[in-house]
């Protein structure tokens, strides 16, 4: 496009929707995505979601014992901070408001059909509440080989809102 180069322009089926699911009045305890086709190289999660406390949390294939681990790095504007944990039975993956705001993130799952290794998360999440918001980072590994087939999200200790949306895609790898 630039000095006479040709426009390029990626293929529209490379990224495609699989699904959606929005809260519906009086929330929801989770969110979950099951049968998820095997057809793809990598998942991608947006999500817009508020609920009963801050932290979103992700479980695969309905596995809650302990072989999840994350690392979370997270900044306010006039504060930064890190942690990280291991042995966990969830990935926290999101940071959603209380009350009267939301909250949005992008989350990747990467080569969530690969049966030789371990796999791995990565999320960018965040909120504005007038002036007093936070950025976060979130990577997570869940410590098994099988390919993924369901996600599970949920709010730590409360109801996602109404009118949280999460919607699933598919991304296709270079042929």
Known sequence: M???NPTYVPPVDDFQSIATVTVGSGGAANVEFTSIPGTYTHLQVRFLAQGGAVGLNVQMNGN???DYVSHILYG?????SAQGGGGE???PCGRIPTATYF??????????QNTN???TLRSLSGNDQNGSGAVWYFSGLYQSTT???SLKFFSTTGNL???SHFALYGIKGVA
Do not use: E, N, P, R
Not at 76 to 80: K, L, N, R
Not at 103 to 112: E, R
């Open 2 to 4: 630039l000095a006479g």
């Open 89 to 91: 039975s969830y990935i």
């Open 161 to 163: 809102s109404q009118y």
């Open 147 to 149: 390919a993924i087939s």
């Open 76 to 80: 306010t504007g006039s504060a930064v």
């Open 103 to 112: 909250g949005v993130g992008v989350i990747d799952l990467l080569d969530y």
């Open 64 to 66: 809650t014992s302990s």
């Open 117 to 119: 290794k371990y796999k």
